[in-house]
């Protein structure tokens, strides 16, 4: 298997309703996911990028969560609108979204 140029993972994690830290589930990020799945199968992305959903991967107050490797960048705040963005200029055009960044103090 040919290791992927970048790899994507999408914090699906789940907490219960109150619970204080909140959860990426919370806030939206299965129609995240989706629409990384949908767009990764529509453009034949799979093999040369990875796609992963995940646990827990820290901001979880700032999600729906997503991290992309190599660079080690996290998006917070990202909606299904925010996709196609990381896809074209971080995955395709090598340029992270510094929009859709977290805070240095988050994560930095
Ligand atoms: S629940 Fe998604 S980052 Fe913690």
Not at 11 to 28: A, D, E, I, V
Request: proline share 9%; with cysteine.
């Amino acid at each position: 298997m040919p290791k992927p140029q970048k790899h994507v993972f999408v914090c699906t994690q789940n907490r219960g309703p109150g619970h204080p830290r909140g959860s990426c589930q919370q806030s939206g990020c299965a129609e995240v996911m989706e629409q990384f799945q949908w767009e990764f199968q529509q453009r034949e992305l799979y093999g040369k990028y990875a796609l992963t959903p995940s646990g827990c991967i820290g901001p979880c107050g700032g999600g729906p969560s997503v991290l992309v490797y190599p660079e080690g960048i996290m998006y917070g705040k990202v909606g299904k609108a925010d996709v196609t963005a990381i896809i074209d200029e971080h995955l395709i055009g090598d340029v992270p979204v510094e929009r859709l960044k977290v805070p240095a103090d988050i994560w930095g």
